[in-house]
């Protein structure tokens, strides 16, 4: 694989040589036509297509960071840990269709073929198909783009889905470590996830168990995100938005608390995606409102206190509005989300039935 690194490398410089240039050079950042002249800046022997790569993945880095940070923005940089290729430069070859049945390649389920590497290069890089693999080839159409990195190859996947269901049941799903998942509706999912977690910080960091531990986890995630669709079978799900982590915001004050040092960021995010995920194979509509106050707000007066809150209970100030309080937070996104005041609306035609249906 020492080849593979020296490409990375290679690829990782010379992106770098592209991002210095378009940044000094904005107006030139027009990725349509990518002149031979820019093509031809670096001095390197990676061929001419991968360098078109490499400097549409430095247009791409730059106009992200601009995204992201708006006029904050500092020049990113490549560190050559990975490359995004497609099919102008790459092709999957299965080794049981492959001309070359040599020993190493039964080990294998193919080989990516990279082509046109420069130097006189070509690259053939064994994969083997994780499980996932085969799910997703049987629901979804491969797309032919590949990110390869010193470790391992990513594949990308389509997935073909019907369209949503149109039924009016209404999901508020608040995300917590008393349990993964408490919904508007009072039922919670997950309240295991706290000792999951719990034994991960048990373990000495990196250690085999603490990876066992955090294997267990993602596990558990996947179950719970599975469970919530096949026993509630909703129409649509609102979850709170993961966003604005960085400093001042308001969610992190919260999260400091609840689920920064419990669950972690991470695993909310990986949370988040795979009961999106699920949603998107059972046709389920997924949709997210901003964070802010859903915790503290009451469902009933509308009143937000940050002492509505104490620990697990709710009890608002002003009415007396008992409640779990993750449940509570469960509700107010969903209110959130049905009277439309942060979020998108949904069928407003129907939202008085959805809020009876629904709501508290
Ligand atoms: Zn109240």
Redesign the pocket.
Known sequence: MLELMTILNEYGKVVNIFIQYFWNNPEKVSKGELLKPIVDIPETWLSARLRKVAAREAIDMINAAKVRWKDKAVKPIHKGNRMYVSCTIADLVPTKNNAYKTEESRLFDAWLHIASVGNKMIMDLPIKYHKHFNKYSNIGKRLNSYIITKNYVQFSFEIITMPKKEGLKCIGVDTGINALASLNNGNQYGKDIKGCIERIKRCKHKSKGYYVAKRALKQRIDETAKEIIKIEDPDLIVVEQLKNMGHKSKLKARLSKNIRASIGTWNWKYWLKRLEMQCELNRVSFRTVSPYYTSTT?P????TNRR?RNGEMFL?L????EDNADINAGKNILNRFLTGLYGARYKQENQENLVVTNFL
């Not at 009933?300 to 009143?303: H, Q, R, S, V």
């Not at 002003?318 to 509005?321: A, K």
């Open positions: 009451c009933a007066c509308g009143l509505n608002c002003n009415c007396g509005h």
